[in-house]
């Protein structure tokens, strides 16, 4: 970036190499529990544990962020969603691990106001931030990249395969010459990581009887986050070979349908977008 800037004068930070900087910071790798940014794919070996746990909290909430309940708008009883996830699930110790992660990263709050867990609360609801991972975020390139460098996997190969993808990358180095090669391995490990969680999430589908009886955990959430990334390399791999470091980015990075509408505290789409870019 420095030799370009040097060079010509101007330099254009690429969406994915800010993010990469958020998420790493000083380290070399990701990890979930010194980093910022949280890794929703994340599972523990409790039952029935799911890379899609904290996906489905989020688009459950999402989807209630208009409803009125006594303790403000968009809450939802945690009883109650406790109770919906085991109905199908039977994963009650993931649902409840998973809530105390997504609350200790503000992607939720709880009606105690809590940031430490969900224990005395009754409500529950999605923040500007967990609308923002769960809208945006998990389904970028850079995000998903550095994310599955700390994902429990279910299947030896797929965890090889990722190694020896890293340790290519690793190796190739930071040099300029070599920078098409080094993505073309960064776009294959993220291909093959989203190859896997597909995989998983048909499982799950096929286990869980969810087209029958899933009811609002039914609608899968791989093919969106598969053809967004898959939008994003292709574009990130056309912008590196035509040397467009020197022009700001033009990619539509989402369109939002519904958008978020009006939080409780009176803060609408705009100032949303503000607030997180």
Wanted: aromatic share 10%.
């Amino acid at each position: 970036m420095l030799n370009i800037y040097r060079r010509s004068g101007s330099y254009y930070v690429a969406f994915h190499e800010f993010v990469k900087s958020i998420m790493l910071s000083e380290r070399r790798y990701y990890k979930d529990s010194a980093s910022p940014i949280l890794n929703l794919f994340d599972c523990s070996a409790e039952r029935n544990s799911s890379h899609f746990s904290a996906l489905r909290i989020l688009r459950l909430l999402f989807q209630r962020r208009g409803d009125s309940t006594s303790e403000g708008q968009g809450y939802v009883d945690i009883g109650q969603l406790v109770g919906m996830s085991e109905d199908v699930f039977n994963n009650r110790e993931d649902l409840v691990r998973t809530l105390n992660r997504l609350l200790a990263r503000q992607l939720v709050e709880v009606n105690t106001r809590s940031n430490d867990s969900i224990s005395g609360a009754s409500h529950i609801r999605v923040t500007s931030s967990g609308w923002y991972y769960c809208r945006f975020l998990v389904m970028s390139f850079s995000y998903l990249d550095l994310v599955l460098q700390d994902t429990p996997l279910n299947d030896l190969s797929v965890e090889n395969t990722l190694r020896s993808l890293v340790q290519q990358v690793d190796n190739l180095g930071d040099r300029e010459e070599e920078k098409l090669s080094r993505m073309d391995v960064r776009f294959a490990r993220v291909l093959a990581f989203l190859t896997y969680l597909q995989r998983e999430e048909e499982k799950e589908a096929a286990l869980f009887e969810l087209s029958r009886s899933g009811g609002i955990w039914s609608e899968p959430f791989m093919p969106e986050i598969i053809k967004q990334a898959e939008r994003e390399i292709e574009y990130i791999e056309r912008r590196l070979k035509e040397n467009r470091e020197l022009f700001p980015e033009d990619i539509v990075v989402w369109e939002d349908e519904g958008g978020l509408d009006l939080l409780e505290d009176g803060r609408g789409d705009d100032e949303i977008d503000n607030a997180t870019a």
